[in-house]
Each structure stands twice: as structure tokens, then as C-alpha cells.
């Protein structure tokens, strides 16, 4: 029996460290909160730790019990990190040093090599099939951000490919440009079940590469496709009508808020604001949209 909880205890071990929870232990111990008066007991039940093994004993029914006892608590890290939103301005401060231009494409590579077959947020236990890095142009000057992938782009390992991406696609060829001239990429990088947003706990997870991504692509523009794109991104939960329309900060680019392409496909009539939102892009960044004819 002993076995089969020591077995059950490290595999949840593993499971927390997957997840990014490496100190909820100091040195094999406990950690306890201040002392607090309790009443004499004349006998309780306590679990000692010894060699990783968990083994519950009954005190002797005559040891003295202290006025005072130590109480051990759960650590705080352990709950949630859904502590408050953070704008990837006010995450980290920017590289010291950027990466030079020839050298992007391998850098997004090892950034895709450090993600790996990743298992940090419960993602990666909700039938994710693929992990959906990014795609385009390592040195673009625009940059698109969406939700999470849907089911085509977790079988294809692609973001956008689906009906939303072919009207992104669209977008992007009315603004004067092609697909492979822009990169593309996600809040999270698995695909969410049923298609839900992402919690909080699953994207400020994530978050720590689109991060990466961004600073090594070093885009003059990012568009953020729907709430959920521009939550994370600014570090504020406000609606569309008030974050479209101005101009944002966002790792030394200019982030401006749309619609999301899967959106417009519900609501086909918003695709004249999303327009809108589009031409001041290509107002700062002097594109002049496809030619008619």
C-alpha cells in the first residue's frame, strides 16, 4: 500500500513540475505558517515525510501537546496563477540586446525546440493532437495575434489554416500583402476543447513564448485579433469598441485591436469596421492595399 502511494505521490510531483511548480517544497519539508494557539489534544494523527515515503502514525495517547503548535499550510504558489493580468510591456523588460536579422529564423527554432512536446498547462492533457507554434516571415514588419488554434490547425500544426484563416488570408492579400510576408501566432499554442477561450492559467502560461516570439520578430506592427488576443497582450480586459480605434505599446511595436476573422464569419456586417481597422495599419506602415483591376 505504502508503494502505491509513494507511486501516486511522485507521479503528482511530475505532473506540478510539468506545469512549472519546481519549489513547493523546501528541501524535502514542509512549509509551515506562523504558530497559532490550539487547544491540549490528547492524541492526534499526524503524517510524518521521510525519504519521499508518506507514512500516517498516531501520536502516543500521553505525549504532551504544546498551548502553541506549528500548522502547516498549502503554499501559496500552489494555487492558481491567476493572480491579476500582466502586459507583455510589464512582463519582462526588453532584450538588452536584440537578435539581428539573419539569425530570426533560428531563433524562432529555438524557441520551438525549448517548448518541445510541452506539458506545462492542462492543455496537454485535454486532447491536444499537435502544438502550433507560429508561421511566416521571421522578419516581418506585421504581426498578427489570435485566441488558440481550432481543430484544423491542431491536425496541421498551422495557425489560421482553417475557414477564420482563409478570410485572414484575404485580409491580408487586401492590404497588399501575402501570407508569408506577415507571422502569425497564437495567445496559446494547443488547441482548447471544444474551441472555449483559453483560462487564465493555460494563456499566462503560454504567454512566456509569443513573448519570445515577438521580441525575436521585432514586428513595426501587431494586430490583435478579438478580447481574448488583446487581454493578454495589453494586460487589460476591456471591450473592442474601446480598445479599437488608438494606437497600443507592445514590446517596441505598435499594437492595434480588431475583430477576430472567426467573428466576422458570424457577423459578416463588421467586416467594413475590421476594414477600418486594417487601412490605419497600413496608413503607419505606408501599404497602399492591392490594386484593382
Known sequence: MAGEVEQQLRAYVEYLRD???????????????????????????????V????????LPAKAAVAEQQVVPVRPQFLEPPIAKLVSFDDLVPLPATRVAAAHKAEALIGIKTEIGDCTRCPLAYAGRRTIVFGDGDAN????????????????????FVGKAGQLLNNMIQAMGLKREEVYIAN??????????VPEPVEANTCDQFLLQQIDVVQPQVIVALGSTAATYLLGVKQSLSVL???????RGA?????????????DPGMKGEAWKDLQRVMAEMGLKGASRG
Open 19 to 49: 506545469m512549472g511548480v519546481h519549489d513547493f517544497y523546501r528541501q524535502g519539508e514542509p512549509v509551515y505558517a506562523e504558530t497559532v494557539p490550539v487547544a491540549p489534544l490528547a492524541a492526534v494523527d499526524a503524517v510524518s515525510v
Open 51 to 58: 525519504d519521499d515515503a508518506v507514512e500516517a502514525r498516531p
Open 140 to 159: 516581418a514588419r506585421l504581426m498578427f495575434v489570435g485566441e488558440g488554434p481550432g481543430a484544423d490547425e491542431d491536425t496541421s500544426g498551422i495557425p
Open 187 to 196: 495567445i496559446v499554442k494547443c488547441r482548447p476543447p471544444a474551441n472555449r
Open 244 to 250: 479599437r480605434g488608438r494606437w497600443h505599446s507592445c
Open 254 to 266: 505598435k499594437l492595434a485591436v480588431t475583430y477576430h476573422p472567426a467573428f466576422l464569419l458570424r
